[in-house]
Nanobody, 117 residues
Framework: EVQLVESGGGLVQAGGSLRLSCAASGFTSDDYAIGWFRQAPGKEREGVSC????????YYADSVKGRFTISSDNAKNTVYLQMNSLKPAATAVYYCAAPECTHPGYWGRGRPVPVSS
């Protein structure tokens, strides 16, 4: 059974940085992707970033390019999302998901990231 467990997050001031982690387990294949999504209050969930386990290719939403960085530690089966220069508009619950970037079938429980102005 695939399991995704997020950690990190928490209250941060605008302009600050935060790192989220997603520990993955249960994959039977080495070819999968892990993505980060977020859902702000009153808004639809949106994709933020994604990374492929096979070739390390990455995707970023335009709204986070240049400020967020996704990376993976395959030895630890963990994916990270480094978020810099955070804005209040980034306030949301952040989820990691797999095994696809666009239509993932597995989700973590989410971590709230409130960004204060």
């Amino acid at each position: 059974e695939v399991q995704l467990v997020e950690s990190g997050g928490g209250l941060v001031q605008a302009g600050g940085s935060l790192r989220l982690s997603c520990a993955a387990s249960g994959f039977t294949s080495d070819d999968y992707a892990i993505g980060w999504f977020r859902q702000a209050p009153g808004k639809e969930r949106e994709g933020v970033s994604c990374i492929s386990s096979s070739d390390g290719s990455t995707y970023y939403a335009d709204s986070v390019k240049g400020r967020f960085t996704i990376s993976s530690d395959n030895a630890k089966n963990t994916v990270y999302l480094q978020m810099n220069s955070l804005k209040p508009a980034a306030t949301a619950v952040y989820y990691c998901a797999a095994p696809e970037c666009t239509h993932p079938g597995y989700w973590g429980r989410g971590r709230p990231v409130p960004v204060s102005s």
